[in-house]
């Protein structure tokens, strides 16, 4: 359902999983970047030891967390006195081959602005096409994803852009759930290695998991099921 929400092309090869919140999505889903990103340098046979994530410093603090726990250079682009989003220009200045991902935010915390997010994918383009570099976008949707399908259909945001690879959705901030429930949606298999997903056999089925937490409530999945539903 969400991956339609978000316009995930029809041939797309979508997965994702549910979370307790919107931080332990992003922490997921940057993390099954910087794992693509190590699987293809070693692949070609290069250095993979300096990882680094670009963003605004409009993002919320779990950007800077994730960096932090998961040894990833932070590259943050400053926000300006009367400009509170990540521009193109920002971005181009920071991203190199070891980058892996750029981080834009649908409805900041702070302002509930957009980042250039259209820009930022057709720079994202170029640079696949000139110096081959594939760099993902993550997408946090956390406070907007499950508002702008509704209020704005055209504005493209979501997986209809190429580097738009996985985005992430605070159920809680849907309105009808406490928290928490946080949604990853992956535009593509592709985009999270078989290494970071655990199929355990508890209680008589296998269930694959790729979360942080593992015992967690059911009942705002359910709430949020039935509102979606309806
Ligand atoms: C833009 C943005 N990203 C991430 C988060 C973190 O979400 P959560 O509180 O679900 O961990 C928030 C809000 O708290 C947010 O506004």
Not at 87 to 94: A, D, L, P
Not at 151 to 158: A, G, N
Not at 190 to 197: G, I, T
């Amino acid at each position: 359902m969400l991956a339609r929400l978000f316009n995930a092309p029809e041939d797309c090869d979508f997965i994702g999983t549910s979370t307790l919140s919107s931080s332990e999505t992003i922490m997921l889903g940057i993390l099954a970047h910087k794992w693509t990103w190590r699987e293809q340098r070693k692949k070609e046979g290069k250095d993979y030891s300096n990882p680094n994530i670009v963003m605004g410093a409009d993002v919320h603090v779990v950007w800077e967390k994730f960096a932090k726990y998961f040894d990833v250079e932070l590259r943050m682009a400053p926000i300006q006195k009367d400009h509170y989003t990540l521009s193109v220009n920002k971005v181009k200045g920071h991203i190199d081959e070891n980058t892996i991902a750029v981080g834009v935010v649908l409805g900041t915390t702070f302002t509930g602005q957009i980042d250039q997010i259209q820009e930022i994918n057709d720079l994202l383009m170029d640079v696949k096409k000139e110096k081959g570099w594939d760099i993902p976008i993550h997408e946090d949707g956390a406070s907007s994803a499950f508002i702008i399908p509704f209020l704005d259909p055209d504005f493209k945001w979501d997986f209809r852009l190429e580097h738009v690879r996985s985005i992430n959705a605070s159920g809680h901030k849907y309105g009808l759930v406490y928290p928490g429930v946080g949604w990853l949606v992956f535009k593509d298999k592709k985009c999270l290695s078989d290494d970071l997903v655990f199929e355990v056999n508890y209680l008589g089925g296998f269930i694959p998991t790729f979360n942080l937490n593992f015992s967690k409530g059911n009942s705002m999945i359910i709430v949020q099921y039935y509102n979606l539903l309806r």
